[in-house]
């Protein structure tokens, strides 16, 4: 299996500061064809939970703000929220051509490699605990 994560970040929408609300982890198989099934996870961020910030980003499928993991089985493993700040069809068919990514690339891979200038609403992703947002206008 190979595990893959990322930092899920949210614009405040009291003062306009980036902080981490939590990190996503995926696990899957190492091949595309092979008979397990892809399975991610968000949890909160503790910094998040103790400032008592009152946003959750899904109210529907992560409505809890607590340390509990939501796993994520639908879409490949992709949670709901993350996969509507992914990239759609053409997105994905760009990404691939300048990526160099294969036809059976995981959505987690268009996720990453989609510039966070290229998203719409509050949240970003990103592998380190700072996002980047040096490609976001403001």
Excluded: C
């Amino acid at each position: 299996m190979i595990t893959s994560s990322a930092y899920v970040h949210l614009q405040r929408p009291d003062n306009g500061d980036w902080v981490i609300v939590g990190r996503y982890t995926l696990e899957r198989p190492e091949t595309p064809d092979s008979p397990e099934k892809p399975v991610g996870q968000f949890v909160y961020a503790p910094s998040y939970l103790d400032a008592a910030y009152p946003w959750v980003i899904d109210p529907i499928n992560l409505p809890r703000l607590d340390s509990v993991p939501y796993p994520a089985y639908r879409y490949k493993g992709l949670t709901d929220v993350l996969r509507d700040i992914s990239p759609d069809a053409w997105g994905k068919l760009i990404l691939q051509h300048e990526y160099h990514l294969g036809s059976h690339a995981h959505e987690f891979d268009y996720l990453m490699h989609a510039g966070n200038m290229d998203r719409w609403g509050a949240l970003t992703v990103s592998r380190s605990k700072k996002p980047d947002t040096a490609s976001i206008l403001a």
